[in-house]
């Protein structure tokens, strides 16, 4: 069965960086768009970086550009997400998906479970 495994998170403080991993099964992972996406109690899930199957499209959401850096390898079914000079603001619970579009959370057919990323002050 499809199972996205999503790993790194933990507690880091504010400048600090973290490398989220997300490792795929079941499916043809170099077939599809990847994404991240994170969710804070209380609020929708946002997204905030994508790549394309081959990694040649990428995008991110403006709140993290210049910070955070996407990555895939194929041959290894890993999504990663490089994330630097962190802020209190990017704690929440950070989710890899697969199969979609761009930020639309609903156009992804599988999720993760999702790894908490906690970033003191």
């Known amino acids: 069965q499809v199972q996205l495994v999503e790993s790194g998170g933990g507690l880091v403080q504010a400048g600090g960086s973290l490398r989220l991993s997300c490792t795929a099964s079941g499916f043809r992972f170099d077939d599809l768009n990847m994404g991240w996406f994170r969710q804070v109690p209380g609020k929708e899930r946002e997204g905030v970086s994508c790549?394309?199957?081959?990694?040649?499209?990428?995008a991110y959401a403006d709140s993290v550009k210049g910070r955070f850096t996407i990555s895939r390898d194929n041959a290894k079914n890993t999504l990663y997400l490089q994330m630097n000079s962190l802020k209190p603001e990017d704690t929440a619970m950070y989710y890899c998906a697969a199969g979609g579009r761009g930020f639309t959370p609903r156009s992804y057919n599988y999720w993760g479970q999702g790894t908490q990323v906690t970033v003191s002050s």
């Open positions: 790549i394309s199957w081959s990694g040649s499209s990428i």
